[in-house]
């Protein structure tokens, strides 16, 4: 190939890089179901290991660093999660639906964010309340997921 | 008398050395999803890596030359090349994983993030594959890994309805709420985790480093035999501590500390303690034998001096590529991508890349001109014969399944 055509290719290919990168991801309304659900289930299981971990705590069964490593990595995921689900485009008609998983992520989040902060400054009078709240909250996430009949809903 | 202790030597390392980061990620999602339902997929790796172990190894004591040495002189350097390049990057990227898994193990106890640990660990793994001698690389984590026998104890702890775990064991039967698509994945997956291929590089490149002789092949057939089979039951012990801790809770392992957390809840500190010891252990061991191994491989391929029998004056290119592969592996861990991810790819890749690692080894083993009056035998053959058909299968079938289920999701 002629050095003016492939340079001519190269700046095609890498507009259209740019180009696309910027676009949001825009599912169809099944796409967007089933990465709703994920989004749902694995904050779920985020919430379900901090609560595990949180229970271990207060029986004293757990290292403190083991514990703050776990709230934080699951924070983080969970973290992780809401921002990817958060850059999609939904479906109009998913407007509604989209709001309501953003918000359960979100408040999930924050749930996460309170208990690691509990476990780091070892709060341990806060540690009953936020181990309820957390069951709480992931069953109000395992609810979202069934409504949501994604995948394996 | 040392002839026995040799022998439980062995024996003791290869269980304690059975179980790497891969194993560790894999049998902890696998069994908080699908129970023991997939405990078939590890037995059959396990009859697999057995087989094709037991065959590398007589292999390195018959002719006293390891895989990648007989691979290009046998199939030729097209083959050859083939061979070393699928391999060696499951290898390498196997290698990065466990690096990952030696600073995941590292944070659990000193909270500092992993990313920051990495260079340090790096050092010190390149250290030890520079100055350590063979033996004590070898055993010293081998023993060490022991450690995760807290698994099986946690189990026991855990007072399980043993008859219930059969079952669902003995069935193969899938959870309800999880697709097939998936269960296949993980299945494969599993797979890949018992067979990874870099065990056998090790295994035979191990047996030319120890100088075995024929002589010494019942020793290595214990510790094949009874070893590995027994190694594979800490696997199997993890996926029944995941079950009866995770499943019930609906978490889904995404890192070390859920692997680990089951033996806590079983438990306590002292028991999370021991498993964190063994987390250290099987995935330095991991990462030191993994390291060898891309060296082994390039080395053997070229012709050059290769191993730790050698001074390392003597094998510069081996120590080289071994020390570029550290570089590489801590490079790729400091870009901050997740150790756990990259374990999740490797055990799929893996399994792509088994049948280049298998195919030579089959056929090298049932060539008279190397092996003689030790020759794969008509079992050997049937059985090598059969999980060749298995892998092959595996190995098409890794990466579609890793699209459509989206890794396992």
Request: glycine fraction near 10%; hydrophobic fraction near 50%; include cysteine.
């Amino acid at each position: 190939m002629h050095r003016p055509a492939s340079l001519l290719l190269l700046a095609v290919a890498l507009t259209l890089a740019s180009a696309t990168a910027c676009e949001p991801a825009q599912p169809d309304h099944e796409d967007w179901r089933d990465d709703a659900y994920y989004a749902v289930s694995d904050t779920s299981s985020d919430m379900a290991a901090a609560y595990a971990v949180l229970r271990q705590l207060e029986r004293d069964r757990v290292m403190g660093n083991f514990a703050q490593v776990s709230l934080v990595t699951a924070e983080e995921h969970a973290g992780k999660v809401a921002d990817r689900f958060g850059a999609e485009q939904q479906p109009e008609a998913d407007d509604a639906r989209q709001h309501r998983v953003e918000e359960a992520l979100s408040s999930a989040g924050d749930l996460l964010t309170a208990t690691r902060e509990a476990v780091v400054r070892r709060n341990r009078s806060a540690y009953p309340g936020l181990a309820s709240r957390l069951t709480q909250t992931r069953r109000a996430l395992d609810r979202l997921a069934t409504d949501l009949g994604g995948v394996r809903g | 008398m040392k002839k026995y202790i040799q022998v439980a030597l062995g024996i003791l390392t290869a269980i304690g050395g059975f179980v790497d980061i891969g194993d560790l990620v894999t049998n902890a999602q696998v069994g908080a999803r699908f129970g023991t339902s997939l405990v078939w997929s590890t037995l059959v790796g396990l009859v697999g890596i057995c087989l094709f172990a037991e065959m590398s190894g007589r292999v390195a004591a018959v002719s006293g030359r390891a895989t990648f040495d007989l691979v290009r002189e046998r199939l030729g350097p097209r083959f050859g090349m083939l061979n070393l390049v699928g391999s060696m990057l499951v290898t390498l990227l196997t290698y990065i994983a466990e690096i990952g898994g030696v600073a995941l193990s590292l944070e659990l106890v000193s909270s500092v993030q992993h990313v920051l640990i990495v260079p340090f660990v790096a050092l010190v793994v390149w250290l030890v594959l520079w100055r350590a001698k063979f033996n004590l690389i070898e055993n010293a984590f081998g023993i060490l890994g022991l450690a995760l026998i807290v698994f099986a104890v946690a189990v026991w702890q855990l007072a399980p309805d043993w008859g219930s775990l059969a079952h669902q064991a003995a069935t193969a039967a899938k959870p309800h709420d999880e697709l097939w698509s998936t269960y296949w994945y993980y299945a494969v997956a599993l797979f890949g985790a018992a067979m990874t291929p870099y065990e056998v590089f090790f295994f035979s490149s191990g047996g030319v480093e120890e100088k075995w002789s024929t002589e010494d092949i019942g020793v290595m057939r214990a510790n094949v035999f009874i070893g590995f089979p027994l190694g594979g039951l800490l696997s199997i012990a993890i996926v029944a501590a995941a079950w009866l801790t995770l499943g019930p809770l609906g978490v889904s392992v995404g890192s070390l500390d859920q692997v680990g957390l089951p033996v806590a809840v079983a438990m306590g500190k002292i028991g999370l303690a021991i498993v964190i010891v063994g987390f250290f252990a099987a995935t330095f061991g991991a990462a030191c034998e993994t390291g060898l191994s891309v060296g082994y491989s390039i080395s053997q391929y070229l012709g050059t001096q290769w191993g730790k029998f050698v001074r390392p004056d003597k094998a510069t290119f081996f120590h080289l590529v071994v020390g570029l592969s550290t570089v590489i592996a801590a490079g790729v861990l400091l870009t901050g991508v997740d150790p756990i991810k990259v374990t999740e790819v490797s055990v799929v890749f893996s399994a792509v890349a088994l049948p280049l690692t298998y195919f030579p080894i089959l056929v090298v083993a049932n060539d008279p001109d190397y092996m003689g009056e030790h020759v794969n035998g008509p079992v050997a053959n049937a059985l090598g014969t059969v999980m060749l058909v298995l892998v092959l299968v595996a190995s098409i079938a890794a990466i579609p399944l890793m699209i459509w289920t989206g890794m396992g999701r």
